[in-house]
């Protein structure tokens, strides 16, 4: 009859010395952590930091110019748009609606005008808008910066801060009455930061 040898306290869990081998293994391991932190140049806590943000829509804010209301020209398949929003509000007919795009680029000087006109034809918009608008927000940002370096030098300026379109009443593009919205505005700005940062 074979006899079975004892486990060892190596390969036994419920051994005293193992127990305290692997308290000991515990506290190197704590200690090894803070030892890292301590010579860490950057302290632990900067990681839990709120980012800072920054806020921008209204012309008397800082950074107005990231708005598309900001009066910066922008030009587009041979056409001078007034300002980025006449291209954004163009965007939602084009090409289909070539008419009332070219209303709508003529129509007047002030964007919020043209938000105002372009929604009276929101029934001929392209039915797939919901689905590019996004995008099509991109395209339009990237041709307004890409034309403006001085606008670029500001986008780049804002580093790491969070860009936030300051619109109560707007969730979607911006951050919304309780600052929880979408901010796609933002977001897509931020997206063209990123992309402007590693061109550099």
């Not at 939602?92 to 000087?109: G, M, N």
């Amino acid at each position: 009859m074979y006899k079975i040898r004892p486990k060892s306290p190596r390969t036994n869990p419920g051994s005293v010395k193992h127990k305290r081998r692997t308290l000991w293994s515990i506290i190197r391991d704590i200690s090894r952590i803070f030892r890292s932190q301590k010579s860490s140049p950057k302290p632990l806590l900067e990681d839990f930091a709120p980012r800072p943000k920054i806020y921008f829509h209204y012309v008397d804010q800082p950074y107005f110019e990231l708005s598309n209301n900001s009066e910066y020209a922008v030009y587009y398949e041979g056409k001078r748009y007034p300002t980025a929003e006449h291209l954004f509000q163009c965007m939602k007919f084009l090409p289909y609606q070539p008419d009332i795009a070219e209303h709508l680029r003529a129509y007047s000087t002030d964007p919020e005008d043209v938000t105002v006109e372009a929604a009276q034809y929101a029934g001929f918009e392209r039915r797939d808008w919901h689905h590019v608008e996004i995008a099509k927000m991109e395209e339009v940002l990237y041709h307004k910066f890409a034309q403006h370096p001085s606008l670029r030098d500001i986008l780049v300026s804002t580093r790491n801060f969070e860009l936030i379109e300051d619109l109560p009443e707007d969730s979607f593009w911006g951050g919304g009455r309780d600052g929880l919205g979408r901010n796609e505005m933002g977001e897509a700005l931020m997206r063209l930061r990123a992309r402007l940062f590693s061109q550099r």
